[in-house]
């Protein structure tokens, strides 16, 4: 795997995936499917949604779904559908800003700690193998109530929580690349520190990385509308799949359905989305790590 | 038979330092991450009142002795007093919410793992076969429901729509049972109490079904890819050759080898179990410790919702030392 | 031949493999009578092992018996419901694995080994299954208060007594031995080796003791079979064959064999390596090994002969 460049790393994982491949291949190509269809909603929000989805008595109060209203109306007759367009944004700066804080934290902090080794690495490591055995939704309720409402505050509380996740990782990389004979080999030529780390470690890590990433993206996404679920998640004013559903629970007994079931189903759908194409992976790249 | 007790005394000394460790870490990040006080008033109180605030939790101080505080009160078992309403020892709250906790975790738990189990063998035995496929498709869909969100539906289709269940509490008050053990389905019983007890397991089934469903994924795939493993193995064929029901090489002799594994997987999974059952009883207004969490996260009532992170770190350990307990006893090749 | 304890006609056996099929046993006949030892002999990947577990109907997956008869005490066991095959298994067919590490369920008392399978055939109490498992561990070699014990206790040779007595416990017509000493040390293969004589003196069933090692045969067997490439290429009985081997094949093995008289004697090993059972050589399969091989061996199988009494050879020098 070492000689291997990552072009050519990723056009052969690439190869890998085709739907020949059976259900895997069809795992993948759905997921991509899902999340690129998130990702297109959440670009071009503005242009798709039809009403602004703050804006309240656009239509009725609690208007089933209609030909007006695909997904109906709100407690404040907001329009469901545009929320959940603009939700998809929410989701998704939320979800990537903490997945690439989490990920940069964690493979350095994992480098450094792997690296130095001693007391120190000791230290860090009980520190994250402790944070990493609590449940993460418990840890992030923890912090984003120490740190309060908002985009940032909540994207800091997921990083937290993923940090531990890629320092274990890259950590154990490190070590267990430390020990083998061909680092010794580099170093007896004269391979400086950095480019053993480039040349040797991350190709060993390049290929879990997409498997890694995508997975965790999905624990993201519902720990992120759990916070929001919970009443720790955004402010008012951000349309939030996980707040609009815990609004949905209001006139349940009534019959209405629409408000709290599609902001919840597309909650689902992201996740499963992420899940699908992490899962896929893993099982073409690294049979090993899920079986078979 | 004593280096069987060695060990457990061993693996009992071992859980002191995890669990001093884990405490030490919700302090960290209790602290570090913010101010308690200003978290819980929003910062707009007057400074007067958060001064005072401070001072009653002891917030004024160094932090390495409010550290040693927090340490010397946890070992009094002292988790602090609630900061709304009557004040009362968090610990008293939370142990009151316990038992709900507990049963709906118990059943949840059973039934998340009889399902997993069930589908993971009965996928094994029809490897790459359609229905083999629907079930990992199965693990991957469960891994990915929204407790709220699936609860939400089921409580539309059975609550609502069919109104077969009722969507939210306990127990109906007019039949809760005396409480005994706090857990109702038990006491219903103790108390030969039958509509209590019916009343008591009907509104168990739709939090059990949401979280048990969220958790029996994982207990799906272990159980494919070990019983895969297993059905390969020589003792199997050796099984087969002796002659012995098809019945009992699986259950028996299969089972029983990759549920070593699954074992493992249970004790991680509990933190799992904890989270989900903060949102399952969010969503069924289920009076335990995750919804009484839920309220006092709109109070912001620091001292209680510290209180109710470290019992939880508490649980994590305790947890985690009995299913190390267990496997002794089920593997023998630990035991000797 | 009615009298024939088992009897396999034209057996097929192939492995649909992903990259092509295996033909493990190709068109092989075999008979035994009620209390006789064949010594199944061929080197590893000859397709010995899938025909002991074939007779069980026991070929694991992707492979399957494709055509033949195999019929055990007038029973053909092809036709036969799994059921109907389960009730075979065990109580009168029984077998012996290779690696007594692996074929013992980790997590199970060895008594209750022996138990279970009684009581999976028998109608007896546990207490009854219980004294006879106790006699049969006895006779084995292990003393009962090892009855309690767990497999990971044991050692090599003494889990190998286990197996043995798992086999016999329900006084089997025939036991097929697959490889059953190769993964123990010498000195415990020639004790097991001895055991198993001696249990085949006491119990009179018939066996077949597959192996690569053609050294154990004599003093055991009664007969050889010698299978090369999934073929059977010389079936004989076991003094003639030591004493001249017909088939080429057959030579060049007992050629193999270190002789401790004959030590001046160089060794001689077969040249080339077994072939490939997906796309076998044309002709005989052995002629590219054969030091006889005329151009006729490799353009046409040769069929199997019957030289004198009962003795079987594939080959064209006969």
Not at chain 3, 155 to 182: K, Y
Request: with cysteine.
């Amino acid at each position: 795997m070492a000689n291997l460049t990552a072009p050519k790393m990723i056009t052969s994982m690439l190869s890998k995936i085709s739907p020949r491949r059976g259900v895997e291949g069809l795992f993948i190509i759905v997921g991509l499917v899902i999340v690129l269809t998130f990702i297109f909603m959440a670009i071009f929000a503005p242009v798709l949604a039809p009403y602004d989805p703050n804006k309240t008595r656009v239509g009725g109060l609690y208007e089933s779904p209609n030909s007006k209203f695909p997904m109906g109306t709100d407690r404040l007759g907001r329009d469901i559908l545009s929320r959940i367009i603009w939700g998809s944004r929410t989701v998704l700066i939320v979800t990537f800003l903490s997945m690439a804080l989490s990920s940069a934290c964690g493979v350095t902090l994992g480098l450094i700690s792997g690296y130095v080794g001693g007391k120190f690495d000791t230290a860090l490591s009980l520190f994250m193998d402790s944070l990493y055995a609590f449940p993460g939704l418990i840890l992030a309720i923890a912090l984003a109530v120490m740190l309060g409402q908002g985009i940032m505050p909540v994207t800091v509380s997921l990083t937290v929580v993923y940090v531990p996740i890629y320092f274990r990782m890259i950590r154990g990389e490190v070590l267990s690349m430390k020990e083998s004979l061909f680092v010794e080999a580099a170093k007896a030529i004269g391979a400086k520190g950095r480019t053993l780390i480039f040349k040797y470690i991350f190709p060993n890590v390049i290929p879990s990385i997409p498997i890694v990433l995508s997975l965790n993206a999905a624990d993201a996404v519902l720990t992120l509308a759990a916070l929001s679920f919970l009443g720790l998640g955004l402010p008012a004013h951000i349309p939030d799949w996980g707040f609009d559903l815990r609004m949905g629970y209001g006139a349940l007994t009534a019959k209405i359905w629409w408000p709290g079931t599609f902001p919840g189903l597309m909650i689902v759908l992201l996740t499963l989305g992420f899940s699908l194409f992490g899962e896929g992976l893993a099982e073409i790249l690294n049979p090993k790590l899920s079986g078979r | 038979m004593t280096s069987l007790r060695v060990y457990i005394i061993r693996r009992i000394l071992l859980s002191i330092p995890m669990l001093l460790i884990l405490l030490s870490v919700v302090f960290v990040v209790l602290r570090v991450a913010g101010d308690p006080v200003s978290a819980m008033l929003g910062g707009h109180a007057p400074i007067s009142e958060i001064e005072r605030i401070r001072k009653q939790l002891g917030l004024d101080k160094p932090l390495y002795i409010q550290y040693l505080n927090y340490l010397m009160n946890l070992a009094h078992f002292d988790l602090g007093r609630s900061m709304i309403w009557g004040q009362r020892p968090v610990l008293d709250e939370i142990l009151e919410h316990f038992p709900a906790t507990l049963e709906l975790s118990i059943s949840a738990f059973t039934f998340s793992i009889l399902l997993g189990v069930f589908t993971g063998v009965f996928s094994a035995r029809r490897r790459n076969k359609p229905a083999d496929h629907a079930i990992r498709l199965y693990g991957i869909i469960t891994y990915s429901i929204f407790i709220p969100w699936f609860g939400l539906v089921l409580q539309l289709i059975f609550g609502v729509y069919l109104g077969w269940l009722p969507i939210s509490g306990r127990s109906d008050p007019r039949m809760a049972p005396e409480i005994i053990t706090g857990l109702y389905v038990l006491d219903s019983i103790l108390t030969m109490n039958l509509p209590g007890l019916i009343d008591s397991i009907r509104h168990l089934i739709l939090p059990t079904v949401t979280l048990g469903i969220y958790l029996s994924g994982i207990y799906t795939r272990l159980t494919r890819t070990h019983m895969i493993d297993i059905l390969q193995s020589d003792f199997i064929r050796a099984a087969r050759a002796r002659g012995l029901p098809e019945r009992t090489i699986i259950y028996k002799h299969a089972l029983k080898n990759a549920f070593i594994p699954i074992l493992t997987m249970m004790g991680l999974q509990f933190a799992l179990l904890l989270a989900g059952a903060v949102l399952t009883e969010t969503t069924f207004s289920w009076p335990g410790m995750g919804y009484f969490l839920y309220e006092r996260i709109s109070y912001r009532d620091f001292t209680t919702i510290q209180g109710t992170i470290v019992f939880i770190a508490t649980l994590i350990v305790l947890i985690s030392l009995i299913v190390d307990i267990i496997y002794v006893y089920i593997d023998p090749r630990i035991r000797y | 031949m009615i009298s024939d304890l088992l009897r396999i006609e034209g057996l097929r056996v192939y492995y649909y493999t992903r990259d092509g099929v295996v033909m493990a046993v190709d068109n092989v006949d075999l008979f035994m009578k009620k209390g006789e030892t064949i010594g199944l002999v061929g080197e590893s990947g000859s397709g010995k092992s899938t025909l002991g577990r074939a007779i069980l109907r026991l070929v694991p997956p992707p492979g399957r018996i494709i055509s033949g008869k195999i019929v055990f005490d007038g029973l053909n066991l092809t036709e036969l419901s799994e059921e109907e095959m389960r009730k075979i298994r065990g109580k009168r067919i029984s077998m012996v694995f290779q690696d007594p590490m692996t074929s013992l369920d980790p997590l199970m008392k060895i008594g209750d080994h022996i138990v279970e399978t009684i009581m999976a055939h028998e109608t007896l109490t546990r207490e009854e299954a219980e004294e006879k498992a106790i006699k049969l561990l006895e006779q084995v070699g292990i003393r009962s208060e090892r009855f309690m014990d767990y497999p990971h206790q044991f050692s090599g040779g003494m889990r190998q007594r286990v197996g043995i007595a798992l086999a016999l416990a329900l006084n089997p017509d025939l036991v097929i031995a697959d490889e059953p000493t190769s993964s123990l040390d010498v000195i415990v293969q020639f004790q097991i080796l001895d055991l198993m004589k001696e249990l085949k003196n006491l119990y009179g069933m018939g066996m077949i003791l597959i192996t690569h090692d053609i050294s154990i045969i004599p003093g055991i067997a009664d007969k050889v079979a010698l299978m090369y490439a999934g073929q059977l290429v010389e079936f004989a009985d076991a003094k003639s064959f030591f004493n001249e081997p017909l088939h080429p094949y057959g030579k060049a093995l007992l050629e193999s064999i270190p002789n401790i008289q004959h030590s001046d004697q160089k060794l001689k090993y077969i040249p080339g390596n077994p072939p490939d059972l997906i796309n076998p050589p044309k002709g005989c399969r052995f002629s590219p090994r054969c030091p006889y091989a005329t151009e006729k061996c490799r353009e046409e199988e040769p069929p199997t002969i019957m030289v004198g009494h009962h003795r079987l050879v594939k080959c064209f020098q006969y």
